[in-house]
Structure formats: C-alpha cells, structure tokens
C-alpha cells in the first residue's frame, strides 16, 4: 500500500493530525466545537446531527507525467460539506500534509464561516496532497487541470465554487477556470473564485482575508481596550493571509515584532519594517535571510510577550500546553482551525480573548463572493466599493456576535457557531428533508 493510501485512510478512522502530531484530528476538533454550540439550538437541535455529516466527498487520483517522464499519482479530494443555505464554497489547498479528514474539517469551517456572515453558501473545501515547491510550474499546471477534470462532476457556477487556499493563488485559479471552461464548452468564469483579476477576478480580494483578519483585530481590540497603535503584534504564517494582516497592522502603527514562515522564525523587538519583509519573503520564498530582524527558536515565538497574537498558517498550532503559557491579550484566528477545543478553555480561563476563524478569516470568502456576483452580472466594481462593502459585512457581523456572547455568556467561538448553526438548521428545516 502507498504511504499516500495509509494516511488516507488513517485519517478516515480517526487518531492524531499528520501536520501536527501532537494536535488532535481536524474533523474531531468540528465534531466537538459543534457539541458545543447544541445545546443552543433549541427546536432545531433534532437537526445538529447534519453538521456530523459531510454531504458530499469525493477522492480523486491525480496522476500527471512527470517532467522526467515518470508517471506519479496524488491523492486530491472535494468535500462538499453542507449545501442547504447554497452552492458550495470554499478553498482548494496544496500541502504535503492534506489528508480527508483535515479537508472535512475546513468544508465544516466554511459551512459555519459564510453562514457566520449570512454569505448565500454552503461549505465545501478541497486539497491535493503534494507539496507545491516540489514542482515545477509545468507540473502544477497539470496537476491542477486533472483535478479540476475529476472534481468537474461536482463543482461550477451554481454548485460549487473553489478558491484560492495554502500553496495556491491566482495562477491555480485560472487554470481551473480554464480548465472547467473547456469542459463545459464556454468560459464560466464564476466556477471559481480569486482569479487574476482580467479574468473576471475581484479587485481587493487579494487582500481581502487579512484586510478582514485587521478588522476583525481592530473590533475586538475597540471592545477590549487594547488599541492597535502602539500594539505588540507576532503573526505566524506570512503568506496570503499573514503577510497582508501584519501590513495592514504595521501601516495602523502596531509594532509587528514577531513572524514566523516554513523556512524562518524572526522577531525585533522595535518593530519589523514588514514591506521590507514582504519584499524579501516574495524574492526569496520564504523569510530565511530577512537581515531586519533576528532568528528565535519556534518554542521562544510562542512565548513572546504580545497585544495581538495571529495565527495565520495552518491548523493544530495552539494546543493546551501553549494555551498555558502564551502571553498575549488577543488572539485572531487568521488560519483556520489553529485553535483546538482544549485550548480553547485555557485561553478563556486565562482570560484571553479569542477572535475565532469562522469570523476572523471571513473577508476572503465575503470578497470571493463579492466576484462571483460581479461574474454573474459582467459588471465590476470599485476597489472602494469593495472595500467598503467588506467593512460594512465584517463590522456587522462582529457586532451581532459580540452581542451573542455577551447574551449567552460563551465565546467568540460558541456564539459565531451558533448564529452560523441557527441559519444553517433554520434552512435544513425549511427546506424539509428529501424525499
Ligand atoms: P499561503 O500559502 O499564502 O501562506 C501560508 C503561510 O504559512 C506561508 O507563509 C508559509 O510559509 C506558512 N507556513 C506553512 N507551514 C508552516 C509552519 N509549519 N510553520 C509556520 N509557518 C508555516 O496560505 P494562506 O492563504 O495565507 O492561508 C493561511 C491560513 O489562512 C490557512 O489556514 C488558510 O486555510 C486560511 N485562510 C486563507 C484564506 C485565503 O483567502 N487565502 C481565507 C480564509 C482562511
């Protein structure tokens, strides 16, 4: 059996995460956080077992011709994991470490997330197990184009629409646009969403997550008295989602004094010049070499004194024995799911406050929304238009939560999931059950 089919598999039964082997399963870390939120649901918690169960998955095999002419073969998946609010929506990710079970875990996230600020979508994800900067351009393209034929049963414009997630962007995106355009025998250019943006991409969707990861930073810190000028920032994670929210927090006057990437751990305790940062990490791929501030043990990273702590890579990062000791007084979920249950209660015991995924990280998704409707009507926006409709959504569904927790008396994450499961059951009901 291929080490590929055993961690399939593995995943499937359950145990421990493959990107963090003392982290608990993804989809363990959902099942739980959805425990959490039934007993609010009231009459519609006969309906809390749909969220135990993804609708749909699909595995595929990717094989591709290697540049050398070897023929290899990747595992891909789609997990469509609940559509009753819409079509699916929801990232597609390249990573060595994307198992099944990690990629139901993000599809339950998005079904929460686009619920969480009332977004006309269900929650779906995807994920290739290959390492990118393994490849050449040439073989992902071809990667890319044979799992967008596999999967082209179950997406499209009014099914589901993939986007951009870790180890893809842009360029993946129009491959799978064109891809599935030529399938179908015209261009659908609403199959998916962050494309560049001459083929019908969104202006500001770039930026978008880590725009809402500020705000989202920003509504928090307004509420706990922790301004953000002057504020000790430390992000983890400086790509799509990092590297824009510790600009937009360096431009607001935070002192950023902390980064950490896959190839370097780096902090300065008067503050990163992050452009510079950004300019180097985008030359080099990676923060390795970055002379503007110096190396730290990744165990040192999590110990630094902070106002704002981003996780903004992946998931399994906060586990109970660093909830213990981090030393911070916000936390913004720029990742999905870097926060487990467990860790969770230390940090509100700690009194720590906890801005979750499912709300911190939504701005990518409202904006991919935002360019699936300029799709739809060919007709596009203003990046101010965007941007102001961005703040208007996030802004409003930070208040609605904040007023949530306050009226429950739970966290950020209880109250998130459930507005987002109210309206999710509320349509499941009313849409009855078929047949
Ligand atoms: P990306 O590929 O652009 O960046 C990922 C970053 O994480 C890179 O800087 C990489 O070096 C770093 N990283 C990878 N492994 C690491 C490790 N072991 N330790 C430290 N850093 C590591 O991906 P992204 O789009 O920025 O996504 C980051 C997170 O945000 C993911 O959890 C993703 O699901 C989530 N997210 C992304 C979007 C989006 O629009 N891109 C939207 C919502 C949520």
Redesign the pocket.
Known sequence: MSSSHTQANTAAVGGLSF?NPAAPEPWASFVEQIDRVAPHMGPLSKWVDTLKHPKRILIVDVPIVRDDGSVAHYEGYRVQHNLSRGPGKG?V?F?PAVTLNEVMA?SGWMTI?NAAVNLPYGGAKGGIRIDPRAHSRGELQRITRRFTSEIGLIIGPEKDIP???????EQTMAWMMDTYSMNVGSTATGVVT?KPIPLGGSLG?HE???RGVFIAAREAGRRSNVPIAGARVVV????????IAARMFHEAGARVIAL????A?LSNEAGIDVPAALAH?AANG??AGFAGAAPIS?EDFWLLSSDYLVP????G?ILPERARTISTKIVVE?????TTPAADDILRDRGILVVP?VLA?????TV?YFEWVQDFSSFFWSEDEINARLERIMVGAFEAIWQMAEERKVSLRTATFIIACQRVLAAREQRGLYP
Do not use: C, I, M, W
Request: glycine share 24%; no cysteine; net charge negative.
């Open positions: 990107l990232g990710r990573h993000l997330k986007a951009p997630d870790v180890g893809t962007n962050g969707r978008a997550t880590g983890q994670g400086f790509g799509n989602v990092g590297g950490q990437d896959h190839s751990t990490a990676g923060l990744v903004a890579a992946l998931e990062q720029g990742a999905n799911g870097p995924d990280n939504a701005g990518g998704v991919s």
